[in-house]
Every structure is written in C-alpha cells, then in structure tokens.
T-cell receptor, first 115, second 109 residues
Framework: DAGITQSPRHKVTETGTPVTLRCHQT?????MYWYRQDPGHGLRLIHY???????DKGEVSDGYSVSRSKTEDFLLTLESATSSQTSVYFC??????????????FGAGTRLSVL | LAKTTQPISMDSYEGQEVNITCSHN???????ITWYQQFPSQGPRFIIQ???TKVTNEVASLFIPADRKSSTLSLPRVSLSDTAVYYC??????????FGKGTRLSVIA
C-alpha cells in the first residue's frame, strides 16, 4: 500500500460522538486526500491537502474537518458523527508532478459504522 | 473537471481480451487519462496513465485517439483475478481527480 497506514481499520461509534481517522505516510508525498466510498456512489472526495497546513474541500466536505500539521499525517475528523457517515474511508497520497502526470496511491481503508 | 462515461458493468470469459471504453468529450489540454482497479475491500490501485496515442505496461494497454475524447483500456487474456471495478479518470494532475462509479468487470470461468 505504498507506505500508507490508516488507523483504525474498523470503528463502531454512536451518533453524536466525534471521530478522528488517521492517515500516515512514509513516502514524503506532498498531496494527501480523504475519500469516502458508499454503494452506488463510487469514491467521493471529502478533503485534500497540498502541503502542511494547506487543505481544501472536496465534493462532500460537510460534517468533516481535516488537519495536517506534519507532512506524514493527515487527520479526518467527524465533528459529530451521524448515521449517514457510515462508510468506508480511504486515504490517498500523490506526488502530483504537475503536467508530467500524477498517480494516487491508496491506503487499505477504514470501515466506520455510526449507530 | 472533465466528466467521464463508462459502462456500468461487463462480463468476460477467462482468457479473452477485455476492452473498456471511457468517453470524455470535454477533456482539456492539460488533462491526463488515468485508470485504476479496485478489488472488494481494498483501495483503488493505479493501472495505467496516458496523454495521447498508446501506452502499454505489464498489466494493460491504453489506447487514446487523436481527438482524445475517448480512451480504451485493454486487458489481455483476463483471468478470474481480474474481476474488479475499473475507474477511468480524466483531469489535470495538479488538481484532485474525481472518481465516477466505474465499470464492474466480472470474469467467468
């Protein structure tokens, strides 16, 4: 998985509680991404980061926040978990070499259930 | 971001060549075409990327016509282990890419 570790791999939580998912990389790649994947929707981008403390929203960012204080770590926080946030969350990294092309490498995913 | 259209599903027998075509009529000059493969319970995995003409690696070939409004991923002699979802992405690599729903390929013995 290209030096990407997601933790936890599985989590069950209750509605209304905050949840933080962690993505750790050992590749020193500049770009990091958080996606969620639900049946019938494919992968949808939540937030991404283009450097330490530089983040931006994706297409489904409501209810989520992110932080990146170090190159290797990208945290996704569900401020108050809801059942609609039950999903599989994937972290990805890329070097994003500009016009010469870019490849994203994905972690193994975190399966989150909000009851 | 260029929108892509690809078949929802395809079936193939083992040993056959599989071609999955992706339409991207509004592809921009800086856009690359990238294909990913995803197995159940795993994250997507890069297969191949191209800008124009033909690209080949040890896994697949990517054919891109001159107008770049479509592309075809070719998987030679598929096996049961090629059963997966295949995503076609088009975009400027300097910006986040958008995954669609992909093509679910089922390989039958």
């Amino acid at each position: 998985d290209a030096g990407i570790t997601q933790s936890p791999r599985h989590k069950v939580t209750e509605t209304g509680t905050p949840v933080t998912l962690r993505c750790h990389q050992t590749e020193n790649h500049r770009y990091m991404y958080w996606y969620r994947q639900d049946p019938g929707h494919g992968l949808r981008l939540i937030h991404y980061s283009y450097g330490v403390k530089d983040t931006d929203k994706g297409e489904v960012s409501d209810g989520y926040s992110v932080s990146r204080s170090k190159t290797e770590d990208f945290l996704l926080t569900l401020e108050s978990a809801t059942s609609s946030q039950t999903s599989v969350y994937f972290c990805a990294i890329s070097e994003n070499k500009g016009v010469s092309g870019s490849i994203q490498y994905f972690g193994a995913g975190t399966r989150l259930s909000v009851l | 971001l260029a929108k892509t259209t690809q078949p929802i599903s395809m079936d193939s027998y083992e040993g056959q060549e599989v071609n999955i075509t992706c339409s991207h009529n509004n592809i921009a000059t800086n856009d690359y075409i990238t294909w990913y493969q995803q197995f159940p319970s795993q994250g997507p995995r890069f297969i191949i990327q191209g800008y124009k003409t033909k690209v080949t690696n040890e896994v697949a070939s990517l054919f891109i016509p001159a107008d770049r409004k479509s592309s075809t991923l070719s998987l030679p002699r598929v096996s049961l282990s090629d059963t997966a979802v295949y995503y076609c992405l088009v975009g400027d690599p300097r910006t986040p890419l958008v995954f669609g729903k992909g093509t679910r390929l089922s390989v039958i013995a």
